[in-house]
């Protein structure tokens, strides 16, 4: 399973564009869309999901494109969770469940035996006769997860999946997209640099609705090797100094004084060394660079 986009465009009747004549290749496994608020992640997920209409550029999923008549075909392929989630308050947990199995076209049999299997794994069992408005924000999370696999989709689209869990229920719900997506394409946006570190191997990263890069997590962490480095100050006035030439990344303080990450091109003149970069830095020093 692959998409391909390419030349996508979107553009809202205000006049606003959401979509810049973006081109992407999702290939199979776990893909990890990153990006700040506003730089079109979830107008691309809903282009994705067939909710939304380019006004041009092509989109092909397994080389079927994109188009009024493919889309309920597309659709059957397809598993979604959104970022906001309201799933009928009225009905318990299970109820709920079978009741978007069976919208799915999901079999009544295989369908309880997937939930079963999914309210395990995203430790919801004890909770299946709850009513849905008794359950917490993650809780609903995790419903709305397992309501987007329970077609069993080709293409698994999830719009920030661990926001309101606790660190034990983020690394479950990571294991479960891994586990999900052998064999499958998993797109998973969120702004949460060491979920996608903890999951996938690919990723590509949006600004103002362009891309502004597609690759290995690898040589993205690459990019911000050299750049990188800590810095010792000794009160908050000079640290202030820093913050107004640099972009400072991280500062806390230290016995004598405060120690600053610092993100720059070439070493500043300042008690200073170089250490490693992160994916989070690259992250940050990609679009530091594209914003400047």
Not at 104 to 133: F, N, P, W
């Amino acid at each position: 399973m692959s998409i391909h986009i390419e030349d996508l465009t979107v553009r809202f009747k205000n006049g606003v564009t959401a979509i810049d004549h973006a081109d992407l290749d999702i290939p199979n496994g776990i893909f990890g869309l990153l990006g700040e608020n506003g730089a079109g992640k979830t107008t691309f997920m809903r282009v994705l999901t067939t909710v939304l209409k380019p006004v041009s550029g092509t989109v092909t999923l397994d080389g079927i494109l994109y188009s009024e008549g493919n889309y309920e075909k597309i659709q059957k392929k397809i598993g979604y969770l959104p970022q906001e989630i309201e799933l009928y308050p009225n009905l318990t947990v299970q109820e709920c469940l079978e009741y978007m199995g069976a919208l799915a076209g999901v079999e009544k049999k295989e369908c309880r035996k997937r939930i079963d299997y999914y309210l395990e794994k995203t430790s919801l069992i004890e909770h299946r006769k709850k009513k849905m408005k008794q359950l917490s924000g993650g809780m609903k999370r995790r419903v709305g997860l397992v309501q987007a696999l329970l077609n069993e989709p080709e293409f698994l689209i999830v719009d920030e999946p661990t926001t309101g869990l606790d660190p034990e229920e983020r690394i479950r719900i990571r294991n479960l997209l891994v586990d999900f997506s052998e064999n499958r394409t998993v797109l998973f946006s969120t702004h949460v640099v060491e979920d996608l570190a903890a999951t996938c191997n690919q990723l590509a990263i949006m600004h103002k609705g362009r891309f502004l890069y597609a690759g290995s997590m690898k040589n993205l962490a690459e990019e911000a090797q050299g750049k990188i480095w800590i810095c010792k100050v000794s009160d908050e006035e000079k640290a202030r100094k820093i913050e107004g030439k640099y972009r400072i990344t991280s500062k806390q303080y230290v016995e004598g004084g405060l120690q600053l990450r610092v993100l720059s091109d070439t070493q500043p003149e300042l008690d200073c060394m170089s250490i490693p970069g992160t994916l989070e830095d690259a992250y940050i020093y990609f679009t530091n660079k594209c914003n400047k």
